[in-house]
């Protein structure tokens, strides 16, 4: 692994900071307020080529690699948590199984508007009853004889509100367990398909986070994704890819509680000096950016074995892992730094903390990448 940046990503790295700084700092605790999906900010990251990064060219895509994503995922955090998750789910979690299984057909309909941002995608693997269990899928598909009807209630939807294609899995065979599930490509218009709730959250308030009631969608048999009974091994390979975007975010989350703990400790002033000069602020503000430091290295680790082309797994999950609890430290660590402020809406640091907390749970909470990473150890050893 290289640890100096490519110019290619140098430069995606300052025009994903640039558009941070310019366009979603300023807006960033309003969209958190009232929970407005920013529909203008998606389009802008669309016209960047931020909605399909690793998406080739020849089918809308940026081109980019893993890292390049990571580094944008980074600077989109810092400034909004939830624009970055938007972005993440149309990235890491539609495009990304669409590159590697879709047919050429499912490429030009389907993959090619959602890289260009002229359609947005969620991804629906959880249930009511399975969230962490994804091999308990309780959605069926049964086959007719021009394509299959899906029935079932999807939950924990990011962009679910929003999002113009799904990718759903569903039980073909519940004889054969997780290898009876199947993947499928669900347009949200199609009959049947309904955002049925919206779920009220401590943090990522602008991206929407749905219940979806699946009632006899009726799809053809050309929205198959991948071949039959493939849904399992197509959730768990694109949720080694989601982890990595999911660190990166919480890269970004942890960054901002530094920099704007330190931002507000060498303004503010007690006991005649600032709070910055204090040791203990210090000793603090040295282990929050020693420990980010440290979830970067992970995360870009992961980013460049996908890179390669090598396996990642239970690189995705450390990094998922470490940066994860990294944002959530930071996050609390940052409201003692500001003392009473930052408990009030007023000062950031009481949302950073609330963006932290998901990055624990969502795409494999902390406690499934342990048993990733631990079932890795016990099979591969401490080096894989």
Known sequence: MHFELTETQRL????????????????????DETGRFPHEITKALAELGFMGM???????????????????????????????TIMSVNNSLVCDPLIKFATPMQKEKFLKP??????????????????????????????????????????????????????????????????????????SQTKGYEVAKLEKKMGIKA??????????VEIPDDYLLGQISEGFKIAMTTLDGGRIGIA??????????????????KERRTFGSFVADKQAIQFMLADMATHLDAARLLTHRAAFLKDQGKRFTREASMAKLFASEVAMKCGVDGVQIFGGYGYVQDYPAERHMRDAKITQIYEGTSEIQRLVIGQSVVKEGVVP
């Not at 991206?207 to 006899?216: G, R, Y």
């Open 12 to 31: 995606i790295q300052k025009t994903a900071r640039d558009f941070a700084k310019e366009k979603l700092l300023p807006i960033a605790a309003e969209l």
């Open 54 to 84: 690793m998406v080739p060219e020849e089918y809308g895509g940026a081109g980019l690699d893993a890292i390049a994503y990571a580094l944008a995922m980074e600077e989109i955090s810092r400034a909004c948590a939830s624009t970055a």
């Open 114 to 187: 959602l890289a260009r941002g002229e359609l947005l995608g969620c991804f629906c693997l959880s249930e009511p009853s399975t969230g962490s269990d994804a091999a308990a899928q309780q959605t069926t598909a049964e086959k007719t004889k021009t394509g299959y009807v899906l029935n079932g209630t999807k939950n924990w939807i990011t962009n679910g509100k929003e999002a113009d294609i799904a990718i759903v899995f569903a039980m073909t065979d519940k004889s054969k367990g997780n290898k009876g599930i199947s993947a499928f490509i669900v347009p």
């Open 207 to 216: 991206s929407s986070t749905a219940q979806i009631h699946l009632d006899h």
């Open 248 to 265: 990166a975010q919480a890269l970004g989350i942890a960054r901002a509680a530094i920099e704007d703990a330190c931002n507000y400790a």
